[in-house]
């Protein structure tokens, strides 16, 4: 068993982690980092629920490898509260929208949300839909999650047009 030193920045913090060259993302960010919101859905990256941010595009961590993450920036929905702990607003919307029910696939469908509400431009719910699709839901039908995601893309335009 081979290991290697990863250096990464995770939810904002410079971090350093030994990990076995065989061990996956998910692996290093629950084992390592005890960041619970990354969920062992599948663990052959069709169920979505292990989705993260790495440089700001959406990965299933569980078949990415902990050492392709060196040098990167990864984002887990720890990452989304305020310094206050307060969650954030697509956090709020899921709540808000009934888009949570059993709650395991929820952290990634949030995660995998995050670069549509970032857009300047609205989606259209066919658009918020396949953006999602890598992503199962086993409870909500879906309507709800892509309720909560679009109404928080179009409060964040408007606020930004100010």
């Excluded at 904002?12 to 969920?39: N, T």
């Excluded at 857009?119 to 309507?143: A, H």
Aim: net charge negative; aromatic share 4%; with cysteine.
């Amino acid at each position: 068993m081979a290991n290697k030193d990863v250096h990464c920045i995770v939810n904002g913090k410079e971090r350093v982690f030994s990990v076995d060259v065989r061990s996956s993302l998910s692996d290093m960010l629950r084992g390592k980092a005890g960041l619970d919101s990354i969920k062992h859905g599948c663990d052959v990256g069709e169920c979505g629920a292990c989705t993260i941010l790495i440089d700001g595009k959406p990965f299933n961590s569980c078949i990415y490898m902990a050492i392709w993450a060196e040098g990167k920036t990864i984002l887990t929905l720890e990452g989304l509260s305020n310094t206050k702990g307060e969650i954030s607003d697509i956090q709020q919307a899921f709540i808000d929208e009934g888009a949570v029910q059993c709650g395991f696939c929820t952290p990634g469908f949030i995660m995998a949300s995050i670069p549509i509400i970032e857009k300047d431009e609205p989606s259209s719910r066919e658009e918020i839909r396949r953006q999602i699709s890598g992503n199962l839901c086993r409870c909500t039908g879906y309507e709800h999650i892509v309720d909560a995601i679009e109404k928080t893309q179009r409060k964040r335009i408007e606020q930004k047009k100010g």
